[in-house]
């Protein structure tokens, strides 16, 4: 039996609120075989079957097609073809010297290849104000399948149950029932949540309902976790929502703990917010050596220490600059516990929209749909600092970030469910981009 003790080198620096709602690192992804259909049940079967028959590889250099300038469409199926063709990637385990908690799950930016993700519709953001649930669902089936098709490397979905900006009464799909649905609609693609709002499970269930989704899926797991910030869902539903130091502290045992209910035979934790006692979880995560984790948020006093010690992955919602400066606290923090920065993956979750012309981004702009979805932020730093634009000037900025050691793209497009930009980001900017 395994026996934690109360969580360990707990921060006493000011506890900042820190959203962290928006995750990652190369993980296994097996070739695809065939293209994802409306039953593909069968596919995730098979999956689990080589998964449980095939050894352990190491990482594949897996470099994309084209370069700057070779969007030629004639050679888009190809490329699309050679994306969904990428052999296995899988974690390797980077020790860190210091950690008590044993090696740290992660390899050095520069290792990896580029990749992408992009959120599911899911309704959270109105996407399905005014239609029927059954469409809707439909509509989000398709859609992830789309992506599958277009060659993104993961989904996402938000761990929210009322819509944004305005609460509205319209069909919001709850994150892990969508993610098991996926797990059997999808064959290849890696699907998390970004990210999970840590108060709203019991610490113990939501390390249990994450592995089955990850046998489901047939190891295709990411486990995004996060503070949480909402407080008006919280009320809605009736959950306590305490302060940022409590939320902090929870998500900060949850991350010792969870990775100990994917390995351990049973565990025993007496935390200040997290207690087990004797707890087990089984069936225990297929993918090895575990899924990998991402924290959400870039509050700089305690979210992003917690990502040193605890993250394979971040993600952050900011501008370049504010990316960079990010990047290098996080860097600091690494070094402080003899971490290896490179280990932690990091990502860029920003908005994307793909238009033809400025006139066009200006129509939007102007539109009652168009800028910031929460406003209050002008449309020169909108645009500033998100991906919206034409082609090339989208790839421009993408190419900014991941000259500041972004590796991962997940994007939230402002266009779904239609597919026009979800299409044109694989198809016209990443052939541009240079990993």
Known sequence: MLRLDRARLRDRRPQEADPGDRPLGPVPVPPRRGRAHANATNGSLRRVCRLARRPHVDARASGRTGGPGSGDRRDRPERRRLRRAQGPLVLRAAPAPHDDRGPVLGVPVTRHPLRHGAFVPQGWKLE???????????????????????????????????????????????????????????????????????????????????????????????????????????????????????????????????????SEETVTYDGEYVHLAGAYCEPQPLRSPRPPILVGGGGEQVTLRIAARHADATNWQVGLDSFVHKSGLLERYCEEIDRDPASIVRTHGPDCLIVESEAELQTWLDGPDGGHLWGGVDHDAYVRDHLVGTVDQVAEKAQGFIDAGCAEFILWFRDAPSHRSLTAWMDDVVPRLRS
């Open 128 to 262: 399905y104000s005014g239609i029927g649930p059954a469409e809707a669902w439909a509509t989000s089936v398709e859609w992830a399948q789309a992506a599958e098709r277009l060659g993104y490397d993961h989904l996402w979905v938000y761990d929210h149950v009322e819509t944004v900006p305005r609460r509205e009464r319209s069909h919001v799909f709850e994150a892990f029932t969508t993610l098991a649905a996926l797990s059997q609609l999808t064959e290849r693609i890696e699907l998390g949540q970004l990210v999970t709002c840590i108060g709203y499970r019991n610490v113990g269930l939501l390390a249990k309902e994450a592995a089955g989704i990850d046998v489901m899926s047939g190891g295709r797991l990411i486990l995004g976790l996060g503070a949480g910030w909402y407080e008006r869902e919280y009320q809605a539903y009736g959950y306590p929502y305490p302060s940022a130091r409590h939320r902090l502290g929870l998500l900060r045992e949850a991350l010792e703990v969870i990775p100990q209910l994917w």
